[in-house]
């Protein structure tokens, strides 16, 4: 009976596990039919809909012991890591990935595009906003990536001029570097510029501050290192 009893607990700790990747690979197919937009910016529908999921999928699978959960986690990781191995091969990746998608051409919103993806053009809008592009007609592309992202490309005519551009040689202006941050010295950052303590203490006395508990924020040139203090609490 032990025996017997032993056998049904390994079948039934199986078909759980064997649920468990139907699941997975159910969950993965619908979220990739549901659209880029899923991925993107979540709408309350996104949410509820991905919290539902969820929620099905887990509810479906009942763990028995410690042993079956630690199974799972191993599962997972190896599905994980057989879909990503997939992803790297043609034209499987087009599937698993995806393909960039284009919204906007020439100034122009296609509207095909835009129902196929299940993306509103209210989102368009806000994202091409959001990336500093309030006027379509300003855009050559915009592309929804397989991520949801949104990548804008604007006309030839609004692309600002750079230096490059006009042949103008430029010097490297250099990278500021926190050295202080809410009165707390960062070590790490000025390791980063070869500097210690010491060196940072004999600056900030020649701008005449002596406490740097009193400053909010300081920070350091990589290439002058010149030491700015930008905010400060009090000044004695």
Not at 161 to 188: A, C, F, H, M, W
């Amino acid at each position: 009976m032990i025996y017997i009893s032993w056998i049904n607990e390994g079948f039934y700790m199986w078909m759980e596990l064997l649920k468990l990747v139907i699941l997975f690979l159910l969950i993965f197919v619908v979220m990739r039919l549901l659209g880029k937009s899923l991925l993107s910016q979540w709408t309350p529908y996104d949410l509820v809909t991905i919290v539902f999921l969820s929620y099905s999928a887990f509810a479906a699978i009942k763990f028995i012991n410690f042993f079956q959960s630690v199974l799972s986690i191993i599962l997972i990781g190896i599905i994980y890591l057989a879909i990503a191995r997939l992803s790297l091969i043609q034209p499987i990746s087009r599937f698993i990935i995806g393909e960039p998608t284009i919204l906007i051409k020439h100034g122009k919103i296609i509207e095909e595009n835009l129902r196929r993806s299940h993306y509103s053009l209210a989102e368009l809008l806000s994202s091409i906003r959001a990336a500093g592009n309030p006027d379509i007609k300003d855009i050559d592309y915009a592309l929804l990536e397989p991520n949801g992202q949104i990548s804008v490309i604007k006309s030839q005519d609004v692309t600002p001029v750079s230096s490059k551009d006009l042949n103008i040689k430029t010097d490297y202006k250099g990278l500021p570097i926190s050295v202080i941050v809410e009165g707390r010295i960062q070590y790490r950052n000025l390791r980063l510029i070869n500097k210690n303590k010491e060196w940072l203490m004999k600056e900030l006395e020649a701008k005449g501050y002596h406490q740097i508990q009193h400053i909010f924020y300081a920070y350091v040139n990589d290439h002058t290192h010149s030491l700015t203090v930008d905010t400060v609490k009090q000044k004695l």
